[in-house]
């Protein structure tokens, strides 16, 4: 049997001087969390946005006694970032597109 389910969706931005910088989102099922996505504009990265939004997202996790975080990352962009914060990887993904 498909079961859908509908997960509320949360989203996080990023602030510097009234402009925004960066945005992280996640949702919670039951008590697992699941960081779904995060982005920071070209000309703040390396400045520590995506650590305070990943921080913060954790934060907000933890403060909801989440027993479990899943983070999808890719190996050449979130993923290394996402270990220094303690993530294991336990799978890798391919992708693939059509480009017709």
């Known amino acids: 049997m498909i079961v859908l389910m509908k997960m509320p969706i949360e989203y996080f ?7 925004p910088v960066g945005s992280g989102i996640m ?3 039951d008590s697992y969390g699941y960081l779904k996505r995060g982005s920071v504009v070209p000309e ?21 006694d989440v027993s479990m975080v899943l983070v999808l990352a890719k190996d050449d962009t979130a993923a290394p970032r996402c270990e220094r914060f303690g993530f294991k990887a336990v799978s890798r993904i391919r992708y693939f597109f059509d480009h017709r």
Request: hydrophobic share 50%; glycine share 10%; net charge positive.
């Open 27 to 29: 949702t919670m099922v």
């Open 13 to 19: 931005v990023a602030w510097d001087n009234g402009k």
């Open 44 to 64: 703040c990265r390396g400045k520590g946005v995506f650590k305070a939004i990943v921080s913060e997202l954790l934060a907000v996790l933890r403060e909801r």
